[in-house]
């Protein structure tokens, strides 16, 4: 991938760049087999699911930077000035084709970007989010709603320039520190939700909701989730740190013309963002997944403290034989790692976005031997990976 931002030292974000794609994605093939050694080593290592190199973001968060007239969308640089990367060859060409008329739309409605270094301004971040059917979420971060009339008032314009804009939103995000938005979300479009098809599941991500921004590469992740859950076939499934819930709608029911011994999976979603649980429920509702529920709470205390084998409790309360962990960069940690070694839990599916806490978790949890590893370059370009892991208890 060539890139004119990146030869011309305006943006480094892509620091694999230089690499050619098969060796970046060996170099991180051999990182997670390093990592995991000899302790962790996989009965089988399967092919790493790759995608196009360039392209491939469906979503972009860009920084609002320069003046009303001759806004920049896309970066700052070590003096705070906006660095404009409309054409950055990540994005899908959808987004790209969409960031000139925002741009446009920031001067329209007057909207005077954010100067950090003077702490003064309106506008600091657009986010756009496009969809497998080419559909686009905007959002706009602002500082306050002291622009918010002129936004309203130019948004029939952006909306008929753009039809493919089905969700816009502003985020309010008033204080001065490193962060892409804030708690409150102000929706200003009848629909609520963006549509992200992926296979036989239809996810609705609301605004402040977390998707992966490699499409392709998602839908292979929780394919290969699916397919793992259908061959092992449990009754009953935890999916913890679900998000907008991919795994949990994925492994519902059996996918691939296979049938289940169970008729179908009592399925436990638990998400501490009630955007995402709100998202989730809403998917599970379209597609008639009665037997899918979703939680808002933290994944290691609803674990700790679940009722094991209350009857009265209800479904999906006593661990499931099959548990989904998906964490952030930190892992699961030695609480959550402690429980499943303790529990009943016959396997894991373990999806990590960093092989260094992947390997310390399976550490922790001596009792479960790797069946399988797969590594997914969610991110082109950039050390970033995911890499899933089949576990079961001896």
């Not at 000899?38 to 491939?56: K, Y």
């Not at 493919?164 to 200003?188: F, R, W, Y």
């Not at 998917?283 to 979703?294: D, I, N, P, T, Y």
Request: hydrophobic content about 40%; overall charge negative.
């Amino acid at each position: 991938m060539q890139c004119d931002y990146f030869d011309a030292g305006l943006c480094r974000s892509c620091t694999l760049l230089d690499r050619p794609y098969p060796v970046q994605v060996a170099e991180k093939e051999a990182r997670v087999r390093d990592l995991l050694g000899e302790r962790h080593a996989a009965a089988a290592w399967l092919p790493t699911l790759t995608g196009p190199e360039a392209g491939f973001r469906n979503k972009a968060k860009m920084v609002v930077g320069g003046t009303i007239d001759e806004p920049t969308l896309g970066i700052l640089d070590g003096r705070g000035q906006g660095v404009d990367l409309r054409g950055c060859g990540l994005h899908t060409a959808g987004i790209q084709a969409v960031l000139p008329t925002l741009a446009a739309f920031v001067t329209r409605a007057r909207l005077l970007p954010y100067d950090v270094p003077k702490r003064r301004g309106e506008a600091k971040y657009v986010h756009v989010t496009e969809s497998p059917t080419g559909e686009l979420m905007v959002r706009f971060v602002l500082r306050s709603e002291q622009a918010l009339p002129r936004l309203r008032a130019e948004l029939p314009w952006l909306l008929e320039t753009l039809p493919q804009v089905v969700v816009v939103s502003v985020n309010l995000l008033p204080e001065h520190k490193a962060v892409l938005e804030g708690a409150d979300e102000i929706v200003l479009t009848d629909r609520e939700t963006l549509t992200m098809g992926l296979g036989p599941v239809d996810l609705q991500l609301r605004p402040q909701s977390f998707f992966q921004t490699n499409t392709a590469i998602a839908a292979g992740l929780y394919a290969q989730a699916a397919d793992w859950v259908d061959e092992l076939d449990p009754a009953s499934v935890w999916d913890l740190y679900c998000g907008v819930g991919g795994f949990a709608l994925h492994v519902a029911r059996p996918g691939a013309g296979r049938t289940s011994r169970h008729g179908h999976r009592e399925v436990v979603g638990i998400e501490t963002s009630e955007e995402a649980v709100a998202s989730a429920r809403g998917s599970a509702r379209r597609a008639g997944l009665e037997h899918v529920r979703f939680a808002v709470d933290d994944a290691t205390r609803f674990a700790t403290t679940a009722s094991a084998g209350s009857a009265s409790s209800g479904p999906g309360t006593a661990p499931p034989e099959l548990v989904i962990v998906n964490p952030p960069r930190r892992g699961i940690g030695a609480t959550l790692a402690a429980w499943l070694e303790g529990s009943d839990v016959e396997h894991v599916v373990y999806s990590s976005c960093n092989p260094v806490t992947l390997a310390s978790d399976l550490d922790a949890m001596p009792s479960f031997d790797v069946v399988a590893v797969r590594v997914f370059d969610m991110f082109p370009q950039t050390p970033h990976l995911e890499a899933m892991a089949l576990l079961r208890r001896r």
